[in-house]
């Protein structure tokens, strides 16, 4: 299978080179909203009658970067029960359940739960069974950054996918970025350099949180349900890593400690005499962008006395530059991803951090750093982030599931979800448990 997959899959250096081939690949039905309203809005008004009418008379499966893009419905049940059909309506195939699809790629527990509360693993897992029911009726398979969503252990699934539409001899095209399926941690040089940066010590409480995860959408089944958290007090140094696989709630972790999500208890973060909450980079960070143009996230107020989102922007990238420049790998990316008045994902993620780091948060949070960049900018990135961080104050937490970052943080939380314990009492659909290994 390594040769097959390394036949079918094509490099690229930059996000917006992988998009636009993926967008042929899809006949320009998908609009871009990585550069804000206008670049989405000139895409979705070239969309021709004769382009939809392409994918009726070649029907293709295909996987956007951001897996969520391509599920049109509220639950896994109703995604697979539509693709059921429409394997169905073309050639009367009747042999794979939703049931049976939904256990071969691990969703059997989430198939009625909304799919707005997936996690980032759960998600991909789910549009890998939409197109795998997609293969009765497709002529290929297109699939953007197959190797960035899930960990080691979920592999499996995309595996499983894959040797599906080789064994009806169907087309499969994985557009890759570089280095995206490197599972090689970062180099000893690159982690000792930014150790030199002076590391902030924090600390994080939880006490008796819930989470909420909203009702299912089965009408029989339609009670709210709760993910519950351990207690935790752990002294932490920045940078912290927050590992984990696909599914275990690290992504809840990082949501409760910002606020983005409503949570019954205590959850704090404290850096010297401050206590608050901390600021998120989310690994869906288009969808973050809320289609704001880069002008748009770079007006965003900010506190009296303190850098403009612009400085720190520039400072970001000056270090981001340096550590490329330092590489023996480097990509000659930045600049040219951009075109004209739009910017490239790295400009608008690098925004999206000075933002934040304007107000003085508790912390920063950066959710799956890597997405949408190739490895040396990703490590290149990150480490910009970091050091221009501590400058602030700011201590920073990672959440990842790639090995990676893991000779990098000077302290890290481990996370795994467990089921529910057997008491009737517990009114939780399944705990998360947390691990610390402090400096």
């Excluded at 970025?177 to 599972?183: I, R, T």
Aim: with cysteine; charged share 20%; net charge positive.
């Amino acid at each position: 299978m390594k040769e097959s997959l390394l036949r079918s899959t094509k490099y690229f250096n930059t996000y917006e080179e992988r998009e636009e081939t993926f967008r042929q690949r899809v006949f320009s039905v998908i609009p871009r909203k990585y550069s804000g309203p206008k670049l989405f809005w000139r895409d979705f008004g070239g969309i021709s009658l004769n382009e939809l009418l392409k994918l009726i008379e070649q029907p293709i499966a295909y996987i956007t970067s951001n897996p969520r893009d391509c599920l049109a419905f509220g639950t896994p049940w109703q995604v697979l029960t539509a693709a059921q059909l429409c394997a169905q309506n073309q050639n009367n195939d009747l042999s794979l359940s939703v049931e049976k699809v939904a256990e071969d790629f691990g969703l059997h527990e989430n198939l009625f739960q909304p799919i707005r509360t997936l996690s980032g693993g759960e998600t991909v897992k789910l549009a890998l069974a939409k197109a795998y029911l997609y293969a009765a009726f497709s002529q290929r398979l297109t699939i953007a950054s197959p190797f960035s969503w899930l960990s080691r252990d979920n592999r499996l699934y995309f595996q499983r996918l894959f040797q599906h539409y080789v064994n009806r001899s169907l087309q499969v095209e994985l557009l890759a970025l570089e280095g995206e399926d490197s599972n090689e941690q970062v180099d000893n040089s690159d982690a000792r350099q930014n150790k030199t940066t002076q590391p902030i010590d924090f600390s994080i409480s939880l006490k008796d949180v819930r989470i909420s995860l909203g009702s299912s959408l089965n009408p029989i089944h339609s009670q709210d349900t709760f993910a519950a958290v351990d207690d935790l007090q752990a002294d932490l140094t920045s940078p912290c890593l927050i590992v984990g696989e696909n599914g275990q709630g690290k992504s809840l972790i990082a949501k409760i400690i910002t606020g983005a999500i409503a949570s019954q208890g205590n959850a704090k973060l404290n850096r010297k005499n401050k206590s608050g909450p901390a600021r998120l980079l989310f690994q869906d960070v288009i969808n973050q962008t809320l289609l704001r143009s880069f002008d748009a996230i770079a007006a965003l107020s900010y506190r009296v006395g303190l850098a403009k989102p612009l400085e720190i922007y520039d400072k970001i990238l000056s270090e981001y530059r340096l550590y490329l420049n330092n590489s023996k790998n480097a990509p000659a990316d930045f600049g040219k991803a951009g075109k004209g008045e739009f910017r490239s994902l790295l400009q608008i993620k690098a925004i999206l951090v000075a933002v934040r780091l304007c107000g003085q948060p508790c912390a920063l949070i950066l959710d799956e750093p890597d997405w949408g960049l190739n490895r040396e900018s990703a490590i290149a990135f990150v480490l910009a982030i970091i050091k221009v961080s501590h400058a602030l104050g700011t201590p920073v937490l990672l959440i990842s599931h790639k090995p990676w970052w893991l000779k990098l943080p000077n302290s890290t939380i481990s996370v795994r979800r467990t089921p529910k314990e057997t008491d009737k009492n517990k009114n939780y659909s399944f705990q998360i448990k947390l691990t610390c290994d402090g400096p």
